[in-house]
């Protein structure tokens, strides 16, 4: 109850203090900027994105002429929208580097340790090293082509239990079979084999990769609106980033066990080949021993 006051204290300042945000806005010089279409005060656009983003993109993009290039206002956030083929092409081949950076998600952030992954990265020296030893040793295309048998396997697999549902004319639930489809192949790509062996480790790895969905899709009050993060701990299930720390914690555990695993296989291996298929982990255990990446270390320390 006392902060229900406080809220309601404090809301005639936030609201004035938006008000003067929103004058200062209208002020900049749009001459050079993207077609916007209207938006509300405060929000901006923030209302017409809906619960399926992509459609109502294109719904909104083809009610304002289609252009090729859309600004909108997602609350505080900027937004440009590509909705054409040729003007994504141009954003993320000759303007890859002023796009690079992803917005800011609070989930993400907790659950990246401060954004050092890939994905999340702002762009700069830790993102190109990162991306670069993706693509040389994780994701190259060599690499892929050893992997084909795996996928391959995998494709059998769902294949074999489509058929059997179909056998039993059983209904199939194919979003189901397509997700524990791509699970399967992510687990065995990046952790190998024993992943989809042990299916309770397998069940976490699906809940997890679930929660982190619904986490990085959630609506967070602070990511559109910065000076009213604090308003996030008042929202049902938004926690306060209580949810994403509780997510971020079961990764460490499970993924520390998974790299415990490999190195003592790897130990126990030597120089001899056990037949077991090479995964990401494996790789880059192999690449923290090498060391010596102008610079950049990977370390296991969080």
Known sequence: MDQLATLLLLLPLL????????????????????????????????????????????????????PHLMRLRLGQVPALVAS????????????????????????????TYGFQEMVFAPHGEHWRHVRRLCSEHV???????????MREQEVAALVQAVASFAAADAVV?????????????ICRVVCGRHSREEEGRSELFRELIKENAALMGGFR?????????????????????????????????????????????????GDDDDGTEEDFVDVLLALQEQGGHDGFELSSEI
């Open 84 to 111: 054409s083929p040729a003007s994504a092409a141009e954003l993320m081949r000759a303007h890859d580097h002023v796009f690079a950076t992803r917005p800011y998600i609070s989930a993400a952030e907790i659950m």
């Open 15 to 66: 609201l004035a203090g938006l008000l003067y945000l929103e004058k200062k806005r209208r002020g900049v010089d749009h001459q050079r900027l993207p077609p916007a279409p209207p938006g509300m005060l405060i929000i901006g656009n923030l209302h017409q994105v809906g619960a399926i983003p992509h459609r109502a993109l294109r719904a909104l993009a083809a009610a304002n002429g289609a």
């Open 139 to 149: 994701l190259s295309s060599s690499r892929s082509r050893r992997q084909n048998p």
């Open 221 to 269: 009050v602070g990511d559109y609106f910065p000076a009213l993060a604090w308003a996030d701990v008042l929202l049902p299930g938004a926690g306060g980033g209580t949810r994403a720390r509780r997510n971020s914690r079961r990764w460490d555990e499970l993924l520390e066990k998974v790299v415990q695993e490999h190195e003592g296989r790897r130990g126990g291996r």
């Open 173 to 185: 639930d194919v979003s189901g079979a397509l997700y524990r489809f791509a699970h399967d192949v």
